[in-house]
């Protein structure tokens, strides 16, 4: 029972940092799942089979905020439904111990990927309003639907990251169109996975709990995406998703490290993460002040 409630907290929370930044809802559970002794599949199966419903209520959630467009749904999440049928059949077909550490080693560029972007660059505004065409969005959706399911998440550290940096759509409506369309992903993994594994090899107790918990905290991150600063989240998401995968990487047989090792690998990991949280932190302030007294300017000076 512990566990259950372990688990639906997790899902509670990663739905909230995935509502409200647009990623992260896959990656951080399917950490969670590995960090238990999982099988990568069974993980990568149980995140995405409980996504079919956090996804679902997200994208209903966001297009009452108007947070959706529809065209982009269209266009990224067809061929991302194909790319993560694929992941998911070529995931399954992975003996456990070459899938743990490649699964991890994907998450860890994944999490890298997501703080160093959010931490240095934070959110793009140029361009806003230009039409995204097919020709991007198409392999980008493949490529991000591929990786979401041999990973165990992927659809919004991808997805996501490159739509605000095309800097053609509002972030709240990157975020919006982003989960709305992994419900598409999240389907078209599951088929896979199951028609790969079997329900057998699936604990429905655990998709259960991931399940609930995502369903709570869905329409709060819908409405939390106006409020948190994503370019803070970003830095705090990327940070757990990089020291949870270091760890598997450092107890699995491609490294085996000592404990003097690891322990002076974390020291310098949760240094870098301090680092990026603080940068961040600051910048985001920054950024807030220099609009403030922009508008300010722009304020007509009354006789």
Request: net charge positive; glycine share 12%; aromatic share 8%.
């Amino acid at each position: 029972m512990r566990t259950l409630i372990l688990l639906a907290l997790a899902g509670l929370g990663a739905q909230l940092v995935d509502g409200s930044l647009g990623m992260a809802y896959g990656v951080t559970s399917t950490t969670l799942l590995l960090a238990m002794g999982t099988n990568p599949a069974a993980a990568s199966a149980t995140v995405h089979l409980s996504e079919i419903g956090t996804t679902l209520m997200s994208g209903a959630s966001h297009w009452r905020f108007g947070n959706v467009d529809w065209k982009v749904v269209a266009k990224i999440g067809v061929p991302g439904a194909v790319g993560s049928f694929l992941g998911a059949t070529v995931l399954s077909k992975l003996s456990t111990e070459v899938a743990e550490p490649v699964m991890s080693l994907i998450l860890l560029g994944l999490g890298v990927y997501v703080m160093s972007r959010f931490t240095l660059r934070g959110l793009p505004k140029g361009q806003l309003g230009k039409p995204l065409r097919k020709r991007f969005l198409a392999p980008l959706g493949l490529v991000a639907g591929f990786l979401d399911a041999t990973g165990g998440g992927g659809w919004g550290p991808v997805g996501t990251p490159a739509l605000l940096a095309s800097g053609r759509m509002e972030p709240r409506k990157v975020i919006g169109s982003i989960d709305t369309s992994e419900f598409l992903v999240a389907v078209a993994a599951s088929l896979g996975f199951l028609f790969s594994l079997g329900s057998q090899a699936l604990n429905w107790t655990w998709v259960l709990a991931f399940l609930l918990g995502g369903l709570v905290a869905a329409p709060i991150a819908a409405w939390l995406v106006r409020l948190v600063p994503p370019r803070v989240l970003g830095s705090a998401v990327g940070g757990v998703i990089i020291v949870t995968n270091v760890r598997t990487l450092l107890k699995s047989d491609w490294i085996a490290a000592s404990g003097s090792l690891s322990a002076t690998v974390y020291v310098v990991l949760y240094a870098v993460w301090a680092a990026a949280l603080t940068y961040s932190i600051r910048a985001y302030r920054q950024e807030k002040a220099a609009e403030a007294e922009h508008a300010e300017e722009r304020q007509p000076v009354s006789a």
